[in-house]
């Protein structure tokens, strides 16, 4: 069965502090895993997609790495803005989307 | 600027009544998508049209009905079928690299 879990559930860090959040997959046929940003109240906002293991892509403060397992979203040096849930998904072979439950990070000052 | 928007924000509605939420876009996305979001679990899959006049059900369709009659606009209603239907809905279209693109999203409360 296809399946994204992400974790932690949660993450509080203080400003500054480099963390990286986890998502690993099961999908035959992997056609691209996508990374969002959702602030509450929101709809989840575009950051990357990924589409073969080695594969980086960068924006500010965020980096995405994917392996054939997994993706790890790196955070360098974060601010309290970017506090918020970040989501991920995994296209499998029909292009639908398999979403994670998110990771909610939250920078304190 | 392109786009996709959903209306209204908010919606109240009393048990037993139908109720339609509205989506449009105008990035010229041939696909269009509808999910529901619950605290603590991820996006599920309500319906989606890949096509104007062709729609298909997604893992959560019991109590929900959809149109694409225009390329622009994908609204879902929320019948009174559905045994919970408070939740988060949002809509999105994808572009040709299967990348979704979503609206701010309506919460819908039923009493």
């Known amino acids: 069965e296809d399946q994204v879990t992400q974790s932690p559930e949660a993450l509080r860090l203080q400003e500054g502090e480099s963390s990286s959040l986890n998502c690993s997959y099961t999908?035959?046929?992997?056609?691209?895993l996508f990374w969002y940003r959702q602030d509450p109240g929101k709809g989840p906002e575009f950051l990357f997609t990924?589409?073969?293991?080695?594969e980086e892509k960068e924006k500010e403060r965020l980096k995405a790495t994917l392996t054939k397992k997994e993706s790890f979203l790196h955070i360098t040096a974060p601010k309290p803005e970017d506090s918020a849930t970040y989501l991920c998904?995994?296209?499998?072979?029909?292009?639908?989307?398999?979403w994670g439950a998110g990771t909610k990070l939250i920078i304190k000052p | 600027d392109g786009g996709i928007t959903q209306s209204p924000k908010y919606l109240f509605r009393k048990e037993g009544q139908n109720v339609t939420l509205s989506c449009e876009q105008n990035?010229?996305?041939?696909?269009m998508y509808w999910y529901r979001q619950d605290p603590g679990q991820g996006l599920r899959l309500i319906y989606y049209s890949q096509i104007v006049n062709d729609f298909q059900k997604g893992d959560i369709a019991e109590g929900y009905s959809v149109s694409r009659e225009k390329k622009e606009s994908f609204p879902l209603t929320v019948t009174s079928a559905q045994k919970n239907p408070t939740a988060f809905y949002l809509c999105?279209?994808?572009?040709?690299?299967?990348?979704?693109?979503f609206g701010p999203g309506t919460r819908l409360t039923v009493t």
């Open positions: 990035l010229n996305h041939d696909a």
């Open positions: 990924l589409y073969s293991a080695g």
């Open positions: 999105a279209s994808t572009n040709t690299d299967y990348e979704q693109y």
């Open positions: 998904a995994v296209g499998d072979s029909n292009y639908q989307l398999i």
């Open positions: 999908v035959s046929g992997l056609r691209g």
